[in-house]
């Protein structure tokens, strides 16, 4: 079997669904016997080589078209590659870019699309599990071969233009870093509320961040937001009060080593994903926890 992957770059660095892809990519061309490809599209290809051909791949592809992702060229370039390659599979990036294209790129090529898939195996025929972690970092080696592939893009086809890149919300705080979040959703009601998420992120030296509906009422800035349009997390622990778990959250929350759950409905989605989860009141939870951590609740 040969798999092809589509790796992912933002601003001049590969990012982590890369190596994840390469991770899936490696583990299903080794269950067939088959090679995995991989392609790198725009950006700065030649250092992005250096990193990917220690990941296990078979053969990079380099496609040297803008900085920047681009829906029109990526859809073009990847339809391209997929008749030269003619891989059995083909692997994209779960991403608000790999979103963008992919449905895309499946339509153009008549194929099935599943996304969200967290495992592939092939056993007879290709089975994809759907759930809530990825994959780990790959392993690979150093006898990766790196072919400069001519996707002969139709310019007059590219209907959008990169004009720049905006980074989400700014701020002098970046989520992503961060190896504790505090994360509050629509649970907490009002505005005035949020202090105390803010108490208990202080008592516990982590940082806050929110689901969409606190940014969307203008009660925490953009740079706070947690999901698919806002920013993706791995942190060590991840709070979730609050917050009901829906899916354009979850997908950027969903890399947390240990997520702890507070909501008064047991059904919630977010409990399908918590490691921890407390049933209840969040205005009595929140305020035991930050005298138990050596904190002063606030007066809400």
Do not use: C
């Not at 800035?221 to 778990?245: D, F, L, M």
């Amino acid at each position: 079997m040969t798999v092809l992957a589509i790796a992912e770059h933002r601003r001049g660095e590969l990012r982590d669904v890369s190596f994840e892809l390469a991770t899936a990519g490696r583990d299903l061309a080794d269950a067939t016997d088959g090679d995995l490809h991989l392609a790198v599209i725009g950006g700065a290809v030649e250092a992005f080589v250096d990193r990917l051909d220690r990941e296990g791949v078979d053969v990079i592809h380099t496609i040297d078209e803008g900085e920047e992702f681009n829906h029109d060229v990526y859809v073009q370039a990847v339809e391209a590659l997929y008749d030269e390659v003619e891989p059995d599979t083909l692997l994209m990036p779960n991403s608000v870019n790999g979103l963008d294209y992919a449905p895309a790129v499946a339509n153009r090529l008549s194929l099935p699309l599943v996304t969200d898939a967290i495992d592939i195996e092939h056993d007879g025929g290709l089975a994809v599990t759907r759930e809530k972690y990825g994959w780990p970092p790959a392993e690979g080696t150093d006898d990766t071969e790196v072919r400069a592939f001519d996707a002969d893009i139709d310019e007059s086809a590219v209907r959008s233009a990169v004009t720049g890149f905006q980074e989400v919300g700014g701020g002098d705080v970046d989520i992503s870093e961060a190896e504790v979040l505090v994360s509050v959703g629509r649970g907490i009601e009002d505005e005035e509320n949020i202090a105390l998420i803010e108490a208990l992120a202080e008592t516990l030296d982590a940082t806050l961040s929110s689901s969409r509906p606190i940014v969307d009422n203008g009660w925490l800035p953009k740079n706070r937001q947690v999901g698919q349009s806002g920013k993706q997390v791995t942190p060590e622990v991840y709070i979730a009060i609050g917050i009901s778990g829906a899916v354009q959250h979850v997908a950027g929350m969903k890399g947390a080593e240990t997520i702890v759950a507070i909501n008064t409905d047991s059904n919630a989605p977010i409990y399908d994903l918590a490691d921890y989860g407390i049933v209840d009141d969040l205005f009595e939870v929140v305020p035991a926890l930050i005298e138990e951590f050596g904190g002063e609740p606030p007066e809400v």
